[in-house]
């Protein structure tokens, strides 16, 4: 038996033939006369065995659908949250210095980096601990002092640093913009007064304080509260002023044109020459700075916070590849009770010269047809979803959040109950909106896996129908 004769068998088992079905129903609902008796007999199991098959097919393409979205909208919020934290607080490379170098070589290094080929901005920053005072109570914070025009210049840094009130003005000396958490701990608005104090050590138990005032010009929120609660802008000049070499730290934050092209285990780049034009920058960038200076990359600085993005996407598939394994067992049991079915046939096949092998395709191939179906439905709905995840969950959440405010107009009368409101992917800690990232090569993994399983699962089924003897089964019918 050839490959084709095995695939149009299968095909029929399947799925009939229009013109077969239409005869059968029609046989079913006129029985001729005299014929009576056998009338309930001629009645057809294809609805209910084309039920099976409908079943095994929905199954396959629903298990996929959770597992397609799950690829794909976890690839685009890993990035985007990535993205939000690289581009306000680790840069895309950061250059931290081993010594204590002072701010007029530091900007020369910088105006140097800058026109490397490949590096797209280049600021100074110095990071030190402090604590925070005012008379609405004290806190300790991160000081940021960094390059006045950054806000400006910088539109990425801009476009996740949102101002509340004020304005990010760090023009004077002594202007200072702080994030949301400090501002409701602290109870300050743009042109309160503030109190900074560091410390500088001397040996192992001596101190010396430092006081410093400042005037808050503008709150912003970077998306994080976590961050919102720490962090502290001043101007670079003065905070190399105030935040002493031993409790602080002085860096170089560098940009890149592509920061998911710098070596990671989480994305790939999109080209292998944007790759080896960036591996070139970062030697360039190495030789540039010599011992002085350690280089690091957005990964580096972050490991355990990225690998914790991996770690949780990939038991996530891992767990949709299981509903799709079990999904597949449906495929399985269709194959047995069509089996079952057609074994007079498969007797009639056998006595007419079909080998073992070539039943056992027919069968093979009968779960192969169903989970590619199965397979082709799915994915399409998955990537349907996919693409339109962030208008999908606007509409789930004003669905539900309708039915929260009848939930309490009707019990507002009897009991006091505040108003809920369900925020299903809230702003203020992950993103406004998840970016979407389809990768085919993930789609086709996936693809070819379902289907791999769904034709597995039909193996022992056509290793039942290989062993069938057709004598046995012919004496019985």
């Given at each position: 038996m050839t490959w084709r004769?095995?695939?149009?068998?299968?095909?029929?088992?399947?799925?009939?033939?229009?013109?077969?079905?239409?005869?059968?129903?029609?046989?079913?609902?006129?029985?001729?006369?005299?014929?009576?008796?056998?009338?309930?007999?001629?009645?057809?199991?294809?609805?209910?065995?084309?039920?099976?098959?409908?079943?095994a097919v929905i199954g396959i393409a629903v298990s996929l659908v959770p597992l397609i979205v799950v690829l794909e909208v976890a690839d685009g919020m890993i990035q985007g949250i990535t993205a939000r934290f690289i581009e306000v607080g680790t840069y895309h490379l950061q250059a931290i210095a081993t010594g204590d170098p002072d701010v007029q070589s530091v900007s020369r290094l910088?105006?140097?980096?800058?026109?490397?080929?490949?590096?797209t901005a280049a600021y100074p920053e110095r990071q030190g601990l402090g604590l925070i005072t005012s008379r609405g109570g004290k806190t300790g914070g991160t000081i940021r002092a960094i390059d006045p025009s950054m806000y400006e210049k910088d539109p990425t840094f801009r476009e996740y640093i949102h101002m509340v009130a004020g304005r990010f003005d760090l023009s004077t000396g002594s202007?200072?913009?702080?994030?949301?958490?400090?501002?409701?701990?602290?109870?300050?608005?743009?042109?309160?007064?503030?109190?900074?104090?560091?410390?500088?050590?001397?040996?192992q138990d001596a101190f010396l304080p430092r006081v410093s005032t400042f005037t808050v010009s503008g709150i912003f929120t970077s998306g994080y509260q976590e961050l919102d609660k720490l962090w502290v802008f001043i101007p670079f000049d003065r905070g190399a002023r105030i935040l002493p070499s031993d409790t602080a730290r002085q860096i170089i934050g560098i940009k890149v044109a592509d920061p998911f092209a710098i070596p990671n285990p989480l994305f790939k780049p999109q080209s292998r020459a944007e790759s080896l034009n960036v591996l070139h920058m970062i030697g360039s960038l190495q030789q540039l700075l010599g011992d002085q200076w350690r280089l690091y990359s957005w990964y580096d600085l972050q490991r355990a916070q990225y690998m914790s993005f991996a770690t949780t996407k990939n038991l996530l598939v891992l767990i949709m590849i299981l509903i799709v394994a079990v999904?597949?067992?449906?495929?399985?049991?269709?194959?047995?009770?069509?089996?079952?079915?057609?074994?007079?046939?498969?007797?009639?096949?056998?006595?007419?010269?079909?080998?073992?092998?070539?039943?056992?395709?027919?069968f093979i191939l009968a779960g192969f047809s169903a989970g590619t179906l199965g397979t082709i439905i799915g994915i399409g709905i998955g990537l349907f979803v996919a693409v339109n995840v962030n208008e999908a969950i606007s509409a789930l959440q004003w669905v539900l959040n309708i039915f929260l405010e009848l939930f309490h107009l009707l019990i507002s009368p009897f009991l006091r109950v505040p108003t809920v409101r369900v925020d299903i992917f809230n702003p203020e800690f992950y993103l406004q909106t998840i970016p979407i990232r389809i990768r085919a090569s993930e789609v086709f993994l996936a693809a070819f896996l379902s289907i791999m399983l769904s034709t597995a699962a039909s193996y022992l089924p056509a290793l039942r129908a290989g062993n069938i003897r057709p004598l046995s089964i012919m004496r019985k019918h």
């Open positions: 004769a095995s695939l149009l068998i299968a095909v029929r088992y399947l799925f009939g033939s229009t013109r077969q079905r239409r005869l059968r129903a029609q046989e079913g609902r006129n029985p001729s006369a005299g014929d009576d008796a056998a009338a309930p007999n001629a009645i057809p199991v294809q609805p209910r065995r084309r039920s099976r098959i409908r079943g910088v105006r140097v980096i800058r026109t490397l080929p490949g590096v202007s200072m913009v702080i994030g949301t958490g400090i501002a409701h701990s602290l109870d300050l608005a743009p042109g309160d007064t503030v109190r900074v104090i560091t410390v500088r050590s001397f040996g999904a597949a067992i449906n495929i399985s049991s269709s194959v047995i009770m069509l089996v079952l079915e057609k074994q007079g046939e498969i007797a009639i096949l056998k006595s007419i010269g079909a080998s073992p092998a070539g039943i056992r395709r027919i």
